[in-house]
């Protein structure tokens, strides 16, 4: 079985998730003891989750173009995916970058804190999209002709530029996505941020049918 280039992002992405954690922890805890072996540790994983980041989120941008999104929500939910993972990613380069000349503090294991959190939901709209949504999930989303012509094997000649094109396409459209939102110009799908409150609010109640085979109950 070939492994396509709208596969590589899922497997790229687990590094910078494991990276972040124990960036943040050694980070914590050489803010705590002064040790300077901490703190060239955590140095050494900052820099290390934000390049895996940056890995990892050409390869997202790529596969956001090879994927099939059929609905407004589906589309929503792989922007608010990007932008939170875009926003983590340079957070992660701004943090090692102010790390490199600076020793670790209470400020900077606060601030890779608050970014678990943001991780975790990002992770979890991934999660979402394709076990809920089916995106990027061949036989939900796709014929096997759309696949070959849509997402190329990666190991083949055709896959660097495909990724490099789709990359750029990608990034065009989350910026682009993410002006008319902030603009006010369009609006994200409610139910795209995945709250069950929101979506009970949104979506419509339909009566269940008390016949749905054609036959009317009998009365006892």
């Known amino acids: 079985m070939k492994m396509r280039v709208q596969e590589l992002h899922p497997m790229l992405i687990h590094a910078p998730l494991t990276l972040l954690p124990s960036a943040v922890a050694i980070d914590v805890a050489a803010a705590f003891s002064g040790g300077r072996t901490l703190d060239k540790t955590a140095r050494i994983l900052w820099w290390s989750t934000a390049a895996g980041g940056v890995v990892a989120g050409i390869a997202g941008l790529a596969a956001s173009q090879e994927v099939k999104a059929d609905t407004p929500k589906t589309r929503d939910m792989i922007f608010l995916h990007g932008f939170a993972n875009a926003v983590i990613v340079l957070g992660a380069i701004g943090v090692a970058a102010w790390r490199t000349g600076h020793r670790a503090s209470w400020a900077s ?27 990027g999930v061949n036989g939900l989303t796709m014929g096997r002709v759309e696949i070959e012509q849509r997402s190329p094997p990666l190991m083949s000649r055709e896959a660097p530029r495909r990724i490099a094109r789709d990359a750029v396409r990608g990034l065009r459209w989350l910026v682009g996505r993410a002006r008319q939102v902030f603009s006010g110009r369009e609006r994200i799908e409610p139910r795209a941020f995945g709250f069950t409150s929101i979506e009970k609010a949104v979506e419509p109640r339909v009566p269940a049918d008390p016949a749905p085979f054609g036959f009317e109950p009998r009365p006892m």
């Open 109 to 135: 294991g606060m601030m890779g804190l608050g970014s678990l959190a943001l991780v975790g939901y990002s992770a979890w709209l991934g999660g979402e999209l394709v076990y809920s949504e089916g995106v």
